[in-house]
């Protein structure tokens, strides 16, 4: 039985990850902005769950996790860092106080949550951390540029901690998926507020694949039909970004 530590529980992969976890068995501490919203999952296991307030862009948030796990399952065995969000806009059309909380997330929140479990993985043998990248982290398109910039960062700092974490017996598992059914084109997803003309033939496609696809995607509530189904499939197939992978960086 393991120990697992979560965040960005609330919704999306996140969300299924913790399900899975704790059906399977496992102890699981999981976290999102607001507890509140992960009280159901603690309801139905009260024996293995935990739930705690976790922005990872607060300090002190991700240490108090770590904590309540140690407490209360006796250690950590696995870390994974989900929580973060999208962005589109061109790399002229964003404004910093629209693209600087996206590194606050997705790169410094997911290296102060790691800095904060690596002692308690430490003293767990086979202890894992799992980095969500993206498809977006291996190749980059116009409109994702910022994005692309913080699941690249993932990648470069999985790899290095792969190798520091090696001879320790822990691994690092890089998660690279790409367009499945979730929020990310709603909640999940910013916009650049700015338009510029210049960049309607690339980056102003993105922002409409947007528009038009949150919402629709194949297996959306009330979009059973197969007609459907069959075009968003044929959307989702046309999308950016779409290797799927998983890869363990080993030290």
């Known amino acids: 039985m393991k120990t697992w530590l979560i ?3 609330s919704s999306g992969l996140g969300r299924q990850l913790a399900e899975a976890v704790a059906a ?7 976290t999102a ?5 992960l009280q159901p999952l603690c309801e139905r296991f009260p024996k293995t769950v935990r739930a705690i307030s976790l922005d990872v862009t607060r300090a002190g948030d991700a240490a108090k996790a770590v904590a309540l796990a140690e407490h209360v399952f006796g250690g950590l065995d696995v870390l994974v860092n989900n929580a973060g969000f999208g962005f589109i806009g061109a ?7 629209e693209y600087r909380p996206l590194f ?3 790169v410094f929140g997911l290296i102060e949550t790691t800095r904060a479990a690596l002692p308690a993985l430490r003293r767990r043998p086979g202890g894992r951390v799992v980095n969500l990248s993206s498809g977006a982290g291996i190749a980059g398109s116009a409109g994702f540029g910022f994005y692309n910039a913080t699941k690249f960062a993932v990648e470069g700092l999985s790899e290095a901690l792969a190798h520091e974490l090696g001879p ?3 691994k690092v598992i890089i998660v690279e998926p790409g367009p499945f059914r979730t929020e990310f084109l709603g909640r999940s997803m910013a916009t650049a507020a700015r338009e510029i003309d210049a ?3 690339t980056v ?3 922002r409409r694949y947007r528009e038009t696809n949150d919402g629709r995607q194949a297996g959306e509530p009330g979009q059973g039909r197969r007609r459907h189904a069959a075009r968003d499939r044929r959307r989702a197939s046309a999308a950016p970004s779409s290797d799927r992978a998983a890869r363990s960086c080993d030290g």
Do not use: F, H, K
Not at 24 to 30: I, M, N, P
Not at 91 to 97: G, L, Q, S
């Open 204 to 206: 102003r496609a993105r």
């Open 24 to 30: 399977r068995g496992d102890r699981l501490v999981a």
């Open 33 to 37: 902005r607001s507890a509140d919203d």
């Open 199 to 201: 960049y309607a033939e």
């Open 7 to 9: 965040t960005g529980c």
């Open 104 to 106: 606050e997330v997705n």
């Open 168 to 170: 320790l017996g822990l």
């Open 91 to 97: 790399i002229e059309e964003a404004e910093p106080r």
